[in-house]
């Protein structure tokens, strides 16, 4: 079992800047890749980020690449998504996830721990 808890989520204006974080508690975090998804009202959930347990491979969806990035400190068991240049589209809550297998799977469905989420709100 991993459990997961996010946090850093908040209200903030175009263009400005937020750090999310996970925390991860149970299996040993540095054997889990990670993910970051968002989902906006009415929409499905979609990915953002992922991360290989080493840190050394990333993935970004292309809304998202060369704002944000993900990043991992495995002596804290956290995940870390730095989220830059921020737009009204990017507001939605924000989930970490823990795939079931390795890779840095981008689907839904790879993953099979998830947190509860964070809001972001970006005013225009």
């Known amino acids: 079992q991993v459990q997961l808890v996010e946090s850093g989520g908040g209200l903030v204006q175009a263009g400005g800047s937020l750090r999310l974080s996970c925390a991860a508690s149970?299996?040993?975090?540095?054997?889990?890749?990670m993910g970051w998804f968002r989902q906006a009202p009415g929409k499905e959930r979609e990915f953002v980020a992922a991360i290989s347990r080493s840190g050394y491979v990333t993935s970004y969806a292309d809304s998202v690449k060369g704002r944000f990035t993900i990043s991992r400190d495995n002596a804290k068991n956290t995940v870390y998504l730095q989220m830059n240049n921020l737009k009204p589209e990017d507001t939605a809550i924000y989930y970490c996830?823990?795939?079931?297998?390795?890779?840095?799977?981008?689907?839904?469905?790879?993953?099979?721990?998830w947190g509860q989420g964070t809001q972001v709100t970006v005013s225009s």
């Open positions: 149970g299996r040993t975090f540095s054997s889990n890749s």
């Open positions: 996830a823990a795939p079931k297998g390795i890779g840095v799977p981008r689907r839904v469905a790879d993953y099979d721990y």
